[in-house]
């Protein structure tokens, strides 16, 4: 089965993400040890152009889950702004999100688009999404809030 058949059956099978109406923070996709973006440097996406493995010596505690970093350095500036280095809606598949379901990633299927960092369920998925990221944003950016809420 193709990658993005596969896809298509999680998204389907996808539910939305549900908080306690009093909780109106963004959830963040996460492991089940709660390492968000499965353990990969958020800020080495901005800084070196690529997926990097985080180390478990440099991590950050932020929105109930792990973050690891490939340095204290990388660790330090996403401390001091988080919102600016982390993916948006909380990490999970942005085409996913284009579709109203929050459906998990590939750490190596990312863009970063107008300074935003965003993940893809794969690199399969992140063709169609590329297709018209415009569009899939604006999409995204409306049915996020309802998903988490």
Same mark, same amino acid.
């Given at each position: &089965? #193709? @990658?993005?058949?596969?896809?298509?059956?999680?998204l =389907? /099978?996808?539910?939305?993400?549900?908080?306690?109406a $009093?909780?109106?923070?963004?959830?963040?996709?996460?492991?089940?040890? #709660?390492?968000? !973006?499965?353990?990969?440097?958020?800020? /080495?996406?901005?800084?070196?152009? @690529?997926?990097?493995?985080?180390?478990?010596?440099?991590t950050?505690?932020?929105?109930?889950?792990? *973050?690891?970093?490939? #340095?204290? +350095?990388?660790? +330090?500036?996403?401390? &001091?702004?988080?919102?600016?280095?982390?993916?948006?809606?909380?990490?999970?598949? $942005?085409?996913?999100? #284009? %579709?109203?379901?929050?459906?998990?990633? +590939?750490?190596?299927?990312?863009?970063i688009? %107008?300074?935003?960092?965003?993940?893809?369920?794969?690199?399969?998925?992140?063709?169609?999404? =590329?297709? +018209?990221?415009?569009?899939? !944003?604006?999409? $995204?950016?409306?049915? *996020?809030?309802? =998903?988490h809420?």
């Amino acid at each position: &089965m #193709s @990658k993005l058949k596969l896809f298509l059956t999680a998204l =389907l /099978a996808a539910a939305p993400v549900a908080l306690p109406a $009093a909780d109106k923070i963004a959830p963040i996709n996460q492991t089940r040890r #709660s390492v968000a !973006i499965e353990g990969y440097d958020p800020v /080495a996406y901005f800084t070196d152009g @690529k997926p990097v493995k985080g180390n478990s010596q440099f991590t950050h505690a932020w929105r109930g889950a792990t *973050w690891r970093f490939a #340095s204290a +350095d990388h660790r +330090d500036t996403f401390a &001091m702004d988080p919102d600016r280095y982390a993916p948006q809606y909380g990490g999970y598949c $942005a085409y996913g999100v #284009s %579709e109203n379901h929050a459906v998990s990633v +590939d750490p190596e299927a990312w863009r970063i688009i %107008e300074d935003k960092f965003y993940l893809n369920y794969s690199k399969d998925v992140q063709k169609e999404w =590329l297709k +018209d990221p415009t569009l899939r !944003i604006q999409r $995204a950016n409306r049915n *996020w809030p309802g =998903l988490h809420q």
